[in-house]
């Protein structure tokens, strides 16, 4: 009988618990954790065919961890926002642990929803129904009240306008991560060079007390934000990237949504999803469902522009 694939969680939030609990549930899966911070190593150092890195969205706070499980001979699936393409932060990391991963022979992915669905792959794979892509609009709606506290308060949610601002200006409020990322793996595979990224965000304030499952927000504070994001090739705006989130968005009067609208000869494509994808779900089950093709994929850090489609398998 073949062996079971072993697969370690690293963190114990939401990814890691919904994801373990997919693949618990899977045949031909052996689950080891999730791991909190006091028992990283059960994790990282722990030899699995798999270590899932769930802990947070910057490279940064992630590559010692990466490293280490490398360097055990684990194959890394991480859902840090920016490991979806992390040359567009820090192109010397990105080589140093792409490289040990070749070495190892194991191979590297971010993969989650956002990234790692919404904004690149799925937008490859609309792609391949035109002739030619003139340019890109990408339109993502997303109800944040099922999120954890500490995403929600760190992508902007709960805060005072003076709070949103200043933690604006000093990098502690980011908006969602990942639409670089993105941009940069579908710009990747259709061999576009992107000059530069404009990047907007604004806050959305509550006008009422809304509770979500994590946090109730005040009159006042935010509720949500807008964040538009627009990749610039030759002079135009070739990728723009829109995305609303709000922890109740019936409230301002929309629902969550996915759009994709690929601008090409013959009208293009468009293809859209009401409701749309479930963040949650969908996360979880990505990351459940990259265990297989990170296993079998080609060594080095790569992007969901080169491996094959997600599968429950
Ligand atoms: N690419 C995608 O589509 C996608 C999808 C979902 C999530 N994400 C990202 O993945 C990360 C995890 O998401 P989640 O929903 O599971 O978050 P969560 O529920 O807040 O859980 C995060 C877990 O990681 C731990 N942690 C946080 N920062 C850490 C650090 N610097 N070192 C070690 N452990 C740390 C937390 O421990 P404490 O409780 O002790 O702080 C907690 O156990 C977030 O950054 C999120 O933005 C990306």
Do not use: K
Request: with cysteine; charged share 20%.
């Amino acid at each position: 009988m073949e062996s079971p694939v072993r697969v370690a969680f690293y963190g114990a939030g939401q990814v890691s618990t919904n994801a373990s609990a997919i693949l618990r549930r899977r045949p031909g899966v052996e689950v080891l954790g999730p791991y909190g911070r006091a028992e990283r190593d059960s994790a990282v150092r722990s030899g699995a065919d798999v270590v899932v890195i769930a802990t947070t969205s910057f490279l940064a706070a992630i590559a010692d961890d990466v490293r280490d499980a490398v360097e055990g001979g684990s194959n890394v699936i991480t859902t840090a926002e920016e490991a979806a393409y992390p040359w567009a932060n820090d192109p010397a990391t990105a080589d140093r642990l792409d490289a040990l991963a070749r070495e190892r022979g194991v191979t590297v992915l971010g993969a989650g929803l956002n990234p790692g669905f919404a904004f690149d792959a799925l937008v490859l794979t609309v792609c391949g129904v035109v002739p030619e892509v003139e340019s890109l609009l990408v339109e993502r709606l997303v109800d944040l009240s099922g999120f954890g506290e500490t995403v929600l308060h760190r992508i902007g949610v709960g805060h005072s306008a003076e709070s949103f601002a200043e933690g604006r200006r000093n990098g502690t409020v980011t908006g969602h991560v990942g639409f670089p990322q993105s941009m940069n793996v579908v710009a990747g595979r259709l061999g576009v060079a992107i000059e530069r990224i404009d990047r907007e965000l604004e806050p959305l304030f509550a006008g009422e007390e809304l509770a979500a499952a994590s946090l109730t927000v005040a009159p006042g504070d935010t509720a949500g934000f807008r964040q538009r994001y627009a990749a610039i090739s030759g002079g135009r705006v070739w990728f723009e990237a829109l995305f609303t989130g709000h922890v109740a968005p019936g409230t301002i009067g929309v629902e969550p949504r996915d759009a994709i609208t690929v601008r090409g000869p013959y009208g293009g494509a468009h293809v859209e999803a009401t409701p749309g994808m479930n963040p949650q779900v969908g996360s979880a089950s990505i990351v459940a469902n990259s265990v297989r093709r990170v296993v079998s994929a080609p060594p080095g850090w790569v992007t969901v522009g080169d491996l094959p489609p997600a599968v429950p398998v």
